[in-house]
Structure formats: structure tokens, C-alpha cells
């Protein structure tokens, strides 16, 4: 792959990440109310798939760093590198039955 490849993977990717985004936020944002045919099951699985969203990134562009720049997709030590990201995930993993 030459350089403008690459770039354009990215930014088809960028675009991807985009629009999942904006759909879990417009699913996870929308109140709550008696007229909301969305079921529990269903509002848990998009919290559920968001936070595999979130670990594929860390994981993929910033393990073992504290925390991940989502859009240079860099990972950096801000909190005496100690992967801290990783540590304070695993206790949301095990809630959410991630194990």
C-alpha cells in the first residue's frame, strides 16, 4: 500500500467509527419515557456494544498506555503509566458479563 492508501483507509475508517458513534449517542441520549418502545435488553446490549467499541480502540492503537487519543489514535501515559485505562475497565467487563 502506497501513502494515499493508507490515507484513504483511514479516513474511510474515521468516517466508519463516525456514524457508529453518532448512533450510539443517539440511542443512549433519547429519554426515557413511557412512549419508548425500546426494551432494558436492548438499551444494556447498546451500552454493552459501545464499551467493546471503546476496548477494540484501546486495545488496538493504545495497550498498555493510560488512556487513547481517539483521533490521532495515539496512546499515552497521563496517569503515571499505569495502564490505567486497563485497570479501571476490568471491574466493567465483569458487571456487564465481558469476562
Same mark, same amino acid.
Given at each position: 500500500? !502506497?501513502? !494515499?492508501?493508507?490515507?484513504?483507509?483511514?479516513?474511510?475508517?474515521?468516517? #466508519?467509527?463516525?456514524? /457508529?458513534?453518532?448512533?450510539? /449517542? !443517539? @440511542?443512549? #441520549?433519547? %429519554?426515557?419515557?413511557?412512549?419508548?418502545?425500546?426494551?432494558?435488553?436492548? /438499551?444494556?446490549?447498546?451500552? @454493552?456494544?459501545?464499551?467493546?467499541?471503546?476496548?477494540?480502540?484501546?486495545?488496538?492503537?493504545?495497550?498498555?498506555?493510560?488512556?487513547? @487519543? %481517539?483521533? #490521532?489514535?495515539?496512546?499515552?501515559?497521563?496517569?503515571?503509566?499505569?495502564?490505567?485505562?486497563?485497570?479501571? #475497565?476490568?471491574?466493567?467487563?465483569?458487571?456487564?458479563?465481558?469476562?
Amino acid at each position: 500500500e !502506497n501513502d !494515499n492508501d493508507m490515507m484513504a483507509h483511514s479516513e474511510a475508517e474515521s468516517e #466508519s467509527l463516525k456514524t /457508529r458513534a453518532q448512533q450510539w /449517542r !443517539n @440511542k443512549l #441520549s433519547s %429519554p426515557f419515557s413511557e412512549d419508548d418502545d425500546t426494551t432494558t435488553e436492548e /438499551r444494556a446490549q447498546t451500552i @454493552k456494544d459501545a464499551f467493546k467499541h471503546a476496548w477494540k480502540g484501546y486495545e488496538t492503537f493504545a495497550w498498555g498506555f493510560d488512556t487513547l @487519543k %481517539p483521533v #490521532s489514535r495515539k496512546g499515552v501515559d497521563d496517569f503515571l503509566g499505569m495502564a490505567i485505562t486497563l485497570i479501571d #475497565s476490568l471491574d466493567t467487563a465483569w458487571i456487564m458479563g465481558l469476562k
